[in-house]
């Protein structure tokens, strides 16, 4: 699993699949997909391991199959 993903490729992957990213108090953004929402810490480095396999959970738990996205 890679984890040098930059939080903003991974906003970019969201918004194409549809969901709703807002920026919350600078270091949080918050994702609406599929009557989903969830919250990830924004930072200016590569997602940590744990955050990408919480954002690969989020993603399955929309509906969206891992073929469909490159987290």
Known sequence: MSTNIDVNDVSHVLGELGADVETKNGSKIEVSLNGHKASF???????????????????????????????
């Open 41 to 71: 810490h924004r930072n200016n480095h590569s997602l940590p391991k744990a955050e990408v396999l919480q954002i690969r959970k989020f993603l399955e738990t929309c509906g969206v199959s891992p073929e469909a996205f490159p987290v």
